[in-house]
């Protein structure tokens, strides 16, 4: 829950990195990777005033998304 974190403000170069950061899993969204959709979409609610804790969060879908990089979905 990214609105309830209460760690410190990022500086402003770390925003800008959290940024393109979130840019770069909008563009992993868009390319198939539904998966994460909820996950970015929360995450991105937070451009305005990125926290320490939200970066963690973003390197945890990053780490995700290492982990499961041959992950498929089925639909049926």
């Given amino acids: 829950r990214p609105e309830v974190d209460i ?11 959290y940024q393109s950061l ?3 899993l ?3 969204v868009e390319l ?4 994460i959709c909820c996950e970015v979409s ?10 320490e804790g939200h970066l ?4 945890h879908v990053f780490s ?5 990089h041959n992950a498929e979905m089925m639909f049926v």
């Fill in 7 to 17: 760690t410190p403000p990022l500086s402003p170069e770390l925003a800008s990195y």
């Fill in 22 to 24: 979130i840019g770069i």
């Fill in 26 to 28: 909008r563009w992993v």
């Fill in 32 to 35: 198939g990777r539904v998966d």
């Fill in 42 to 51: 929360l995450l991105s609610s937070q451009l305005a005033l990125p926290r």
């Fill in 56 to 59: 963690e969060q973003v390197f």
């Fill in 64 to 68: 995700y998304l290492k982990r499961n």
